[in-house]
């Protein structure tokens, strides 16, 4: 197989990232027909999604006119999209030619009959069928140029599941074989992965040559070990729909992906919340252990800190920064007049913060800045009904950062801070007074800017203290602590590497240290 992956991969367009990838920047998805979202300023693209059954509506027929007409109002602004075939309906002819279970095994599978035995050759022959059809639309549609990858779905039950709980279903003599058909096998982790490395390989084959493929990060290793070399070339690109404000319990290690090969500049990664800032998706509700201003600003801070370059958000929470009201179906959650707060201003700051940055994680030359916000937690703080001890982080357990270090200090880690309606105070340091805090830059973003103007900006909620950079010292005015502030300095001539916050009288609480180029950069 690897020879044959060597071959395809190397008929991609792209090479290795060697500065800001084209279309970086922020993704509206899950906007239905509200079209209008695309009219905010700070999104550079949407979605295109169709199921197999809309798009094979007849045996070996195939119909993508859905995605053209997805794709059009988006290539009308200069937007990109990404292209998904999902799997929750498949064509109804299946049912005749592969073995079904009499009930939906998962909750992505939609179809009435029932769940169609995956791992069986009639089905995987089917979808290879359809993974060819759709390189070939990519190939000949007019709106190639919109398309900014494709995500490679296995498509199973209906995007990414693929587990069968214990239980009679696993037997294979427990499915409804229709007549004719030959009989499917057991259910086993070898049956998944076979498949699983079958749609890899037809992705491969028949999409990558037209565009850019996005692979869950959850791939099993003893697939993607095979396929190291394409992801740190750039050939190859990670995603996954399970951006969190912390990466859940076991799921250090996919988010690892991207800080491995994203961060560092070999590819680029594709991330959605797992839910909305609410802590909704579908019908459910996840634990929020912060406000939804926090939840969102601090989600897109993880996913910069990992470096994604392509952030997408829920059509949801992106209302929330056209109008200041959040609905979770019909019922309306939170109204900005009815409340008292400015969480559309929140949240528009947050998306412009994270447009701004988005695929500048390894082009320090170019990067608009570098930012440090501070944090500190070892133990996921949302449950999800998981007790503490099975919710203990063993990476992500520092800052988040981007393109700026910080020195061993005598500082310590706060829990949510100030305010709930500002977006800032999840999470917070307190630095003691007499205590000097020192922040490096990158030395490439350092060397970009010596000698041009900068900006200077620290976010902290209350304490005495300067902050000193390019020569100069600052005072930090005092507060009363309510709410937190912005203090905001120009620089004519940026010179050294280093930001010092020293806190005097009394302790400074703070965010964020941030060096944007040229002058002040207000949100």
């Given at each position: 197989?690897?020879?044959?992956?060597?071959?395809?991969?190397?008929?991609l367009?792209?090479?290795a990232?060697?500065d800001?990838a084209?279309?970086?920047?922020?993704?509206?998805?899950?906007y239905?027909?509200?079209?209008?979202?695309?009219d905010?300023?700070?999104?550079a693209g949407g979605?295109?999604?169709?199921?197999?059954?809309?798009v094979?509506?007849?045996p070996?027929?195939y119909?993508?006119?859905?995605?053209?007409?997805?794709?059009q109002?988006?290539?009308?602004?200069?937007?990109?999209?990404?292209?998904?075939?999902?799997g929750?309906?498949?064509?109804?002819?299946?049912?005749?030619?592969?073995?079904?279970?009499?009930?939906?095994?998962s909750n992505?599978?939609q179809?009435?009959?029932?769940?169609?035995m995956?791992?069986?050759?009639a089905?995987?022959a089917?979808?290879?069928?359809?993974?060819?059809?759709?390189g070939e639309?990519?190939?000949?549609t007019?709106?190639?140029?919109?398309?900014?990858?494709?995500?490679?779905?296995?498509n199973a039950?209906?995007?990414e599941?693929?587990n069968?709980p214990?239980?009679?279903?696993?037997?294979?003599?427990?499915?409804?074989?229709?007549?004719?058909v030959a009989?499917g096998?057991?259910?086993?982790?070898?049956?998944?992965h076979?498949?699983?490395a079958?749609?890899?390989?037809?992705?491969?084959?028949?999409?990558?040559?037209?565009?850019r493929?996005f692979?869950?990060n959850g791939l099993?290793e003893?697939?993607?070990?095979?396929?190291r070399?394409?992801?740190?070339?750039?050939?190859?690109?990670?995603?996954h729909?399970?951006?969190?404000?912390?990466p859940?319990?076991?799921?250090?290690?996919r988010?690892?992906?991207f800080?491995d090969?994203?961060?560092?500049g070999?590819?680029?990664?594709?991330?959605e919340?797992?839910?909305?800032?609410?802590?909704?998706?579908?019908?459910?509700?996840?634990?929020?252990?912060?406000s939804?201003?926090q939840w969102n600003?601090w989600?897109l801070?993880?996913?910069?800190?990992?470096?994604?370059?392509f952030i997408?958000?829920?059509?949801?929470?992106?209302?929330?920064?056209?109008?200041?009201?959040?609905r979770?179906?019909?019922?309306l959650l939170?109204?900005?007049a009815?409340?008292?707060?400015?969480?559309?201003?929140e949240?528009?700051?947050?998306?412009?913060?994270?447009?701004?940055?988005?695929?500048?994680?390894?082009s320090?030359e170019?990067?608009?800045?570098?930012?440090?916000a501070?944090?500190?937690?070892?133990?996921?703080?949302?449950?999800?009904?998981?007790?503490?001890?099975?919710?203990?982080?063993?990476?992500?357990?520092g800052?988040?950062?981007f393109?700026m270090?910080?020195?061993p200090?005598?500082?310590k880690?706060?829990?949510?801070?100030?305010?709930?309606?500002?977006?800032?105070g999840?999470?917070?340091r307190?630095?003691?007074?007499?205590a000097?805090?020192?922040?490096?830059?990158?030395s490439?973003?350092?060397?970009?800017?010596?000698?041009?103007?900068?900006?200077v900006?620290?976010?902290?909620?209350?304490?005495?203290?300067?902050?000193?950079?390019?020569?100069?010292t600052h005072?930090?005015p005092?507060?009363?602590?309510e709410?937190?502030?912005v203090r905001?300095l120009?620089?004519?001539?940026?010179?050294?590497?280093?930001?010092q916050v020293t806190?005097?009288?009394?302790?400074?609480?703070?965010?964020?240290v941030?060096?944007?180029?040229?002058q002040?950069?207000h949100?």
């Amino acid at each position: 197989m690897r020879s044959f992956a060597l071959a395809i991969v190397a008929l991609l367009p792209w090479q290795a990232l060697a500065d800001r990838a084209p279309g970086s920047g922020l993704y509206a998805i899950w906007y239905g027909r509200d079209t209008a979202l695309f009219d905010l300023p700070f999104l550079a693209g949407g979605q295109a999604i169709a199921q197999w059954k809309a798009v094979e509506p007849q045996p070996g027929h195939y119909d993508f006119s859905s995605l053209d007409r997805q794709l059009q109002p988006l290539r009308e602004r200069g937007f990109k999209a990404t292209v998904q075939i999902n799997g929750n309906n498949k064509p109804d002819y299946l049912f005749q030619q592969v073995p079904y279970y009499p009930e939906r095994l998962s909750n992505q599978v939609q179809d009435k009959p029932g769940t169609l035995m995956f791992w069986h050759p009639a089905h995987a022959a089917a979808y290879q069928r359809l993974i060819q059809a759709l390189g070939e639309y990519l190939k000949t549609t007019s709106y190639r140029d919109t398309v900014l990858g494709v995500r490679l779905n296995f498509n199973a039950f209906g995007t990414e599941h693929t587990n069968l709980p214990p239980g009679k279903a696993r037997q294979a003599n427990a499915w409804i074989t229709p007549p004719g058909v030959a009989p499917g096998t057991d259910w086993s982790q070898e049956a998944v992965h076979g498949y699983e490395a079958m749609v890899f390989a037809a992705y491969l084959s028949q999409i990558a040559p037209q565009t850019r493929v996005f692979v869950r990060n959850g791939l099993p290793e003893d697939i993607a070990k095979d396929y190291r070399d394409d992801f740190l070339s750039g050939r190859l690109s990670w995603f996954h729909t399970s951006s969190e404000v912390e990466p859940r319990t076991g799921s250090e290690w996919r988010y690892r992906r991207f800080y491995d090969d994203c961060r560092s500049g070999h590819t680029t990664a594709y991330a959605e919340p797992w839910a909305s800032a609410w802590g909704y998706h579908g019908g459910a509700a996840d634990d929020r252990a912060c406000s939804p201003p926090q939840w969102n600003y601090w989600r897109l801070l993880f996913d910069l800190h990992n470096g994604v370059s392509f952030i997408a958000l829920y059509g949801d929470d992106l209302r929330v920064a056209r109008d200041g009201t959040y609905r979770a179906g019909k019922r309306l959650l939170h109204d900005d007049a009815a409340d008292g707060t400015d969480y559309r201003g929140e949240f528009t700051q947050a998306f412009e913060f994270a447009a701004r940055y988005a695929g500048y994680h390894a082009s320090p030359e170019t990067s608009p800045g570098a930012w440090f916000a501070f944090r500190d937690n070892d133990t996921i703080r949302e449950a999800n009904g998981r007790p503490p001890a099975a919710r203990r982080l063993t990476f992500y357990t520092g800052d988040y950062t981007f393109l700026m270090e910080r020195q061993p200090d005598q500082s310590k880690p706060l829990g949510t801070t100030g305010p709930e309606d500002q977006r800032y105070g999840a999470w917070a340091r307190e630095l003691p007074a007499g205590a000097t805090m020192t922040l490096r830059l990158d030395s490439t973003f350092a060397k970009s800017l010596a000698g041009k103007p900068a900006t200077v900006r620290l976010v902290y909620l209350s304490g005495t203290g300067t902050f000193q950079f390019s020569g100069e010292t600052h005072p930090v005015p005092a507060t009363d602590g309510e709410r937190w502030q912005v203090r905001e300095l120009p620089v004519a001539t940026w010179q050294g590497d280093t930001v010092q916050v020293t806190a005097t009288q009394t302790p400074l609480i703070l965010h964020m240290v941030e060096v944007c180029r040229g002058q002040p950069a207000h949100e």
